[in-house]
Every structure is written in C-alpha cells, then in structure tokens.
C-alpha cells in the first residue's frame, strides 16, 4: 500500500500543478492504474510511478536527459500522453514528411493544434485526443497511412499498435516504389533471414522488429529524398 510519506508527497504535488482539478486527478488516476480512483488503492510501485508524473506536471522535471545529453523539460516531451505522441511523430519522421524528428518540433505541432504550450498540460484526455488525431490525421493525408481501428486489428487477431506499425511500413514501401524498384515482401524475407527469424512474412516480424524495419526504410527514404534535392 501506499506510505503515509507517498501520500503527503502526493497531496504537495496536487497542491503545485496549476489549474488541476480533483476530477482531472482521478481521471489521471483510472487512465493510469486501471480503475483506481484513490492513491491509498496504489501499491507503492504505483505510488511511485504518481509521483513521477506528477513531478513532470508540476514542473519540477528542469532537465531530461537524452542520450549523453541533458535537455531542458520545456524542451522535452513529457506527460502521460508523451510516448503515443512520440511515435506518431518519429513515424513521420521515418515516412520522409517530417525533417526534424526532434521534440522541440512535435512541441510546436502541440501547441499549435491544441494552444497547450507543452505535452506535459495534456491531462484532458480530449485534449490528448484532439493532438493525436491531428498527427494522424495528418500523416494519414500526407503519406496515405491506412490507420487501422482496434476492432479492425483485432479482427486480424492482432494489438492495433503492431497493426498501425504494419500500416505505416506498407506506406514507407509504397513512397519508396515511387522512386525506385522496390518490393517490400522480398525487403521483408532479407530482413527476417539477417536477424534469423522464424517466419516468411511481416506477419512474423516482433514489435521491436517492426520498429527496426521502419527505421531501415526511414533511412533510406531520407537518402532518396537527399538525393532528389541535391540532383534539382
């Protein structure tokens, strides 16, 4: 259970982030630890992982590091909504219609589709919501991305993440047929027999496989597209 000191902790953290109401708590509270709507209900693993996103929310995160490098938090993607934000922006990155993968850019995009000034306010799940559709929606426009819905990945008895990974991969294949032969099954028996994969298809491929395989083809969409500008 929750110690006595979690839970004063927790009370002064409440007291410090700005215009954070009891019920965004609590939804905070169901979103992130299935259901539960009291911190006394948390273990103290949970407790502690409140606490770390409540510091974020509070401000008290001044720097992140990153690699061998120490970001300011302004300047950094943070919140409980942080990841998911993430990875559709690295998705555009690796689908050649984004030039600058950094998280200064994605926070820019942010503020500009929500008028929140950083990822870590995004509390509201319907503020959360209207970023993340934005990016799809986006991203849908500009590089055809087929963004399967959940009851659609689960009728193909898959997570609708590892789907939604598939879709942008057919789409990175698709821009690179554009530009060059290009065959995304025979791409995909290379990769799996490299990396020595039981399977004959993308459908083989792991979370972290399909991540390994966007971030080839994302390089080498870049690499193309490098050298299309260079030849104009």
Do not use: C
């Not at 006595?4 to 700005?18: D, F, G, N, Y």
């Not at 965004?24 to 409140?50: C, N, P």
């Not at 993440?161 to 598939?166: E, F, G, P, T, V």
């Not at 065959?183 to 399909?210: P, T």
Request: proline fraction near 3%; avoid cysteine; charged fraction near 25%.
């Amino acid at each position: 259970m929750t110690t006595t000191a979690q839970t004063r902790a927790i009370h002064t953290l409440l007291r410090q982030i700005p215009h954070y109401t009891d019920d965004d708590y609590r939804a905070l509270l169901k979103r992130e630890f299935r259901g539960v709507s009291s911190s006394s209900h948390l273990s103290q693993v949970q407790a502690a992982k409140l606490i770390e996103i409540l510091k974020v929310l509070a401000g008290q995160h001044p720097e992140v590091k990153r690699g061998n490098a120490s970001r300011r938090a302004a300047e950094t993607v943070t919140g409980p909504y942080g990841a998911k934000l993430q990875a559709l922006w690295i998705s555009a990155f690796n689908l050649g219609i984004v030039d600058n993968r950094d998280d200064r850019a994605l926070i820019a995009f942010i503020e500009r589709q929500t008028k929140i000034a950083h990822p870590r306010w995004l509390t509201e799940h319907k503020d959360a919501k209207k970023a993340i559709e934005a990016l799809k929606d986006w991203i849908a426009r500009e590089a055809h991305v087929d963004w399967p819905s959940e009851s659609q990945a689960l009728k193909r008895g898959m997570d609708v993440s590892i789907a939604s990974k598939q879709a942008v991969i057919a789409a990175q294949a698709a821009r690179l047929a554009d530009v060059e032969p290009f065959n995304l099954d025979d791409f995909v028996n290379g990769y799996i027999i490299s990396n020595k994969i039981s399977g004959f298809s993308i459908g083989a491929l792991s979370d972290r496989h399909l991540d390994g395989v966007i971030a080839t083809l994302g390089s080498r969409l870049r690499k193309r597209a490098k050298a299309k500008k260079e030849a104009a």
